[in-house]
């Protein structure tokens, strides 16, 4: 029987998993940890310092930032949205978007693309 290729990673499985804990702050740094890579969909969680940031940039799926911890601002095509713990933003594909950290914040950025070879869905 082949072995099966996990498609989450970097998490443990079957337990109830504390996904702040996860990430640690960093003086002056945003930290990442990817939890999925695929070619339809992305998760991975963040801890940025006070006033770091992730800069303007587009992405080719809808964005969903959880707040998990702390304040952010965050910036959808000139839009600033000010989003704090238990607060979810989605931001769609193809729109300039950016993420500054108002305090400490961690978050789980989730992205979904639209499916290789998949049209008009």
Known sequence: MAEKKELIKNIKFAEPVDLKAMVDYEEGRVVSRTLASKSNINITLFAFDKEEEISAHTSPGDAMVQVLDGEA??????SK???????????????????????????????????????GM
């Open 73 to 78: 601002l965050i910036n959808i095509d000139g």
């Open 81 to 119: 949205i000010s989003a704090s713990a238990g607060q979810v933003v989605v931001m769609p594909a193809n729109v300039p978007h950016s993420v500054t950290a108002i305090t400490q914040f961690k978050m789980l950025l989730t992205v979904v693309k639209q499916p290789v070879g998949i049209q």
